[in-house]
């Protein structure tokens, strides 16, 4: 889960057509989907001083704790494999299909020629997967690609292998505490009634790293919180987590429309986020040629974003030269490598000249600034540096003209504090 609307629309339109001296500028806040409870805010919480209890009331408002019974859960630890190894240090039993049992000692190879399933149940020492530790039963089934593996063990035991896996070692015994409740919830909201296996051991799910996993410190909270879970009248939540809002966490309503909305899964401010390497990301400039591939929106434009209250964007249109075209805020993160749906697009665009300027003149050069402040028109010298030739004050629909005096062909750019747009040239005649 760890590493991801509605009301109000940013509607960031660029007034006729955009120039080859367009640059596009993506910044944004966070990492994730900005669901539930955000990690680096619950560590800042725990700094200030508050609770598990007061962590999770504050990320998931409206629920109540409560002691779930133990049970079991089937993990997807592999698939797809050709084949795989399982051993122990100690003699562990293999039960075929038919319940036979056969006691092995150190190292059983699997391949698909083999009659499946196969579950191994350890004995004195944990069993590995092609060297890697899990504690309780492992079953290798034939999956659609090759060889699937399912570790099955007591839902604390597999919660030792994710929060510590979910978190950073050293963080505050009450942010861990509050990612053992949201863990459990979770995987228990999670079960599948008639499937395989209940939890994938990636993203998709929550991270899982078995025995390898395992730290002293997360497995003191798993333990401090053991059985507690998170109800909403009296049901388990599924209570999604990420590891960085930003400053504000998003709503399930907002980010997976149609998909999800429950009523504790609601826009937070997240107050002490601000500790968090990944609280304020970019800017990252591309070019409009750069977005166009990176896309598949060849005639490409401009990008218009929708936002909702708690800032997340929710649609990306992009706009050609004839036709537009919607995608969702994931998709355009996903497409660019972007952190989170947190994010705003900002422009700088230089009208390339319609004709040569005349020697000495007053000559005007035309564009497009939004989202930006402290732009500057700038001129590359004989010397190869770039100088600033006139401050651009752009009117209310973003639009500006500078004024300039060219002696001869020279290239411009527009340039701020963070980003420096694409060269034009200018001829004089």
Do not use: M, N
């Given at each position: 889960m760890r590493r991801l609307l509605g009301a109000i629309a940013v509607a960031l339109a660029l007034p006729g057509g955009a120039s080859a001296g367009s640059l596009f500028v993506i910044d944004g806040r966070g990492w994730g989907h900005g669901v539930g409870l955000s990690q680096w805010g619950a560590e800042g919480c725990a700094?200030?001083?508050?609770?598990?209890?007061?962590?999770?009331?504050?990320?998931?408002?409206?629920?109540?704790?409560a002691i779930a019974r133990p049970v079991t859960v089937r993990v997807l630890i592999a698939e797809g494999r050709p084949r795989l190894r399982v051993s122990s240090a100690k003699p562990y039993l293999v039960r075929d299909a038919q319940g036979r049992t056969t006691h092995v000692k150190g190292g059983f190879v699997v391949t698909g020629r083999r009659a499946l399933p196969l579950t191994f149940v350890p004995g004195a020492q944990p069993l590995t997967v092609d060297g890697v530790g899990y504690r309780g039963e492992l079953i290798v089934l034939r999956g659609t690609g090759g060889l699937d593996v399912l570790n099955r063990l007591p839902l604390d035991r597999y919660l030792r292998g994710v929060v510590s896996a979910e978190m950073p070692t050293g963080w505050h015994a009450a942010a861990y505490e509050a990612q053992a409740v949201a863990a459990r919830s979770y995987a228990l909201s999670r079960l599948r009634t008639g499937s395989v296996y209940d939890l994938r051991a990636d993203q998709s799910d929550q991270v899982y790293l078995g025995i390898r996993g395992e730290d002293a410190g997360t497995n003191l909270a798993v333990g401090a919180t053991a059985?507690?879970?998170?109800?909403?009248?009296?049901?388990?939540?599924?209570?999604?987590?990420?590891?960085?809002?930003?400053?504000?966490?998003?709503?399930?309503?907002?980010?997976?429309?149609?998909?999800?909305?429950?009523?504790?899964?609601?826009?937070?401010?997240?107050?002490?986020?601000?500790?968090?390497?990944?609280?304020?990301?970019?800017?990252?400039?591309?070019?409009?040629?750069?977005?166009?591939?990176?896309?598949?929106?060849?005639?490409?434009?401009?990008?218009?974003?929708?936002?909702?209250?708690?800032?997340?964007?929710?649609?990306?249109?992009l706009l050609g030269a004839r036709t537009s075209r919607t995608i969702t805020a994931r998709e355009f993160a996903d497409a660019l490598g972007l952190r989170s749906t947190a994010f705003a697009v900002r422009v700088l665009s230089l009208d390339a000249p319609a004709r040569a300027a005349p020697h000495d003149r007053p000559f005007s050069l035309e564009g497009f600034v939004r989202g930006l402040g402290g732009v500057r028109l700038?001129?590359?010298?004989?010397?190869g540096a770039w100088r600033t030739v006139a401050r651009i004050h752009p009117r209310a629909d973003g639009r500006f003209v500078a004024k300039i005096r060219p002696r001869r062909t020279a290239w411009y750019r527009l340039a701020t504090s963070e980003a420096a747009g694409a060269e034009i040239k200018l001829p004089v005649a």
């Open positions: 700094i200030h001083g508050w609770s598990a209890e007061r962590i999770l009331a504050h990320y998931y408002p409206g629920t109540t704790l059985g507690k879970v998170l109800t909403w009248h009296g049901r388990v939540i599924t209570a999604y987590y990420h590891s960085s809002s930003g400053g504000r966490t998003a709503a399930a309503s907002d980010v997976w429309p149609g998909r999800v909305d429950a009523p504790y899964l609601v826009s937070v401010a997240d107050p002490f986020d601000a500790i968090s390497p990944y609280h304020r990301w970019g800017p990252l400039v591309a070019t409009r040629e750069d977005l166009a591939r990176r896309l598949a929106a060849p005639l490409l434009r401009d990008i218009l974003v929708d936002h909702s209250e708690s800032g997340f964007a929710s649609d990306v249109r700038e001129q590359r010298f004989a010397d």
